[in-house]
T-cell receptor
Framework: AQSVAQPEDQVNVAEGNPLTVKCTYS??????LFWYVQYPNRGLQFLLK??????LVKGSYGFEAEFNKSQTSFHLKKPSALVSDSALYFC???????????????FGKGTHLIIQP | DSGVTQTPKHLITATGQRVTLRCSPR?????VYWYQQSLDQGLQFLIQ???????AKGNILERFSAQQFPDLHSELNLSSLELGDSALYFC?????????FGSGTRLTVV
């Protein structure tokens, strides 16, 4: 079974400071990893994904994430936070070796990111 | 517009009733995934269809069922509704490694 843990329900950061939203995962095979963002009363918007290759992945709106296989982590980062980054962030995983065509994503519980002016 | 269309956007219904949520995937996508988002459970995977066939089941209640039609749109049927079924229901479709989500249907059971 695959699972994702986002240990922080909420992260508070001052505008202009760097931000990190933590994510750890568990899969039996190799992971495909994703970050999505949800603004109030909106759907999930894709930020970035790791499939293979370079461990540092760059995505939308200046976000990036680093895949760390030994720590089974995929933390989301941004060098300088904006107030408009305030939203709910979800980390998700899929086992690359998922069998039978069952390839849905498993999500963490989400982390509320609050950027203070 | 993500390309994944969900209707209706909002639905208010009474306990015990039955509702149908509809999802049209992105053009050409064969897979459809349904998720339930509630305050206490987060985003829970419900069920996956691929080209009309069920591929995987997650935490889907027996009162819930789904199907995918030949034109690839999917419907999620929720019956004998309870207050606890109030949630945001998302569908997604997949192209390669990319999963695209619709804007969701907010179901309120009163």
């Amino acid at each position: 079974a695959q699972s994702v843990a986002q240990p922080e329900d909420q992260v508070n950061v001052a505008e202009g400071n760097p931000l990190t939203v933590k994510c750890t995962y568990s899969v039996s095979g190799n992971p495909y990893l994703f970050w999505y963002v949800q603004y109030p009363n909106r759907g999930l918007q894709f930020l970035l994904k790791y499939i293979t290759g370079d461990n540092l992945v760059k995505g939308s709106y200046g976000f990036e994430a680093e895949f760390n296989k030994s720590q089974t982590s995929f933390h989301l980062k941004k060098p300088s936070a904006l107030v408009s980054d305030s939203a709910l962030y979800f980390c998700a995983v899929r086992d690359a070796e998922s069998g039978g065509g069952a390839d849905g994503l498993t999500f963490g519980k989400g982390t509320h990111l609050i950027i203070q002016p | 517009d993500s390309g994944v269309t969900q209707t209706p956007k909002h639905l208010i219904t009474a306990t015990g009733q039955r509702v149908t949520l509809r999802c049209s995937p992105r053009s050409g996508d064969l897979s459809v995934y349904w998720y339930q988002q509630s305050l206490d459970q987060g985003l829970q995977f419900l069920i996956q269809y691929y080209n009309g066939e069920e591929r995987a089941k997650g935490n889907i209640l027996e009162r819930f069922s789904a199907q995918q039609f030949p034109d690839l749109h999917s419907e999620l049927n929720l019956s004998s509704l309870e207050l606890g079924d109030s949630a945001l229901y998302f569908c997604a479709s997949r192209t390669g490694y990319g999963y695209t989500f619709g804007s969701g249907t907010r179901l309120t059971v009163v």
